[in-house]
């Protein structure tokens, strides 16, 4: 990179840390994985690489093509929405049956939650759908990179990148930092409270926004 592609390079990481840092499920994920210690950089990798494919997807050439179609748009916004629902009913089980103390500040060796299969599936799933993922990386981003001609757009796109991957490990090893900390059943509780609803108002938010 050099001193004609810095602009392109800090207005894509600019835009991208803009966007990523409102708090989603996405992101509600890797604090919930990096608060109880389990597969956290798994977890960021597969957001991370998401970004990459969607952000590169963006770039070459879906903003040009005039974004997902309508159809398109509708099946994920359907697909994301339910998933929230379900994520969102899970968390809210965890707040009428909050885990006790013990289980709280077991070990992650001796209490794996998770399988690694699983923590993939759910990572997967916050990211490929969730429709502000598709809108905020492929569409917002790939339209952005516009303004840049070659090699200018992909110094953009990499910027968007190195935001991504700034903000995921950067929120990870704090929650990873509080974790330690975190050990009161009713911080848990307000915590999957807080998901729950999160949740499930994006998900009638998205629904809504079908009719």
């Known amino acids: 990179m050099n001193l004609f592609t810095a602009p392109a390079f800090f207005s894509g990481l600019a835009l991208s840390l803009s966007l990523i840092m409102a708090i ?14 389990q597969h ?12 990459i ?7 070459a050439g879906l903003a040009q093509l005039g974004g997902l179609s309508g159809k398109l748009m509708g099946a994920l916004t359907g697909a994301g929405s ?11 089980r965890r707040f009428l049956q909050p885990a006790a103390p013990s289980e709280l500040n077991a070990d992650t060796a001796q209490d794996p939650g998770m399988s690694r299969r699983q923590a993939i599936g759910v990572a997967l799933a916050m990211s490929w759908l969730n429709p502000h993922a598709w809108l905020d990386t492929a569409v917002l981003m790939g339209s952005a990179s516009l303004a840049y001609a070659q090699p200018d757009n992909a110094v953009f796109g990499l910027g968007a990148i190195t935001g991504s991957l700034l903000w995921f490990s950067a929120l990870g090893l704090a929650m990873w930092g ?25 998900a009638l938010w998205l629904l809504a926004g079908l009719f």
């Open 82 to 92: 339910l998933v929230l629902m379900i994520y969102g009913a899970q968390a809210f």
């Open 40 to 51: 956290l950089w798994l977890t960021i990798a597969v957001c991370v690489l998401t970004d």
């Open 178 to 202: 509080l974790g330690a900390r975190l050990n009161s059943p009713g911080i848990w509780r307000a915590l999957d409270g807080l998901v729950a609803l999160m949740m499930w108002g994006t």
């Open 24 to 37: 989603g499920p996405q992101n509600a994920h890797v604090m919930r994985m990096g608060l109880r210690r």
């Open 53 to 59: 494919v969607l952000i590169t997807l963006g770039i």
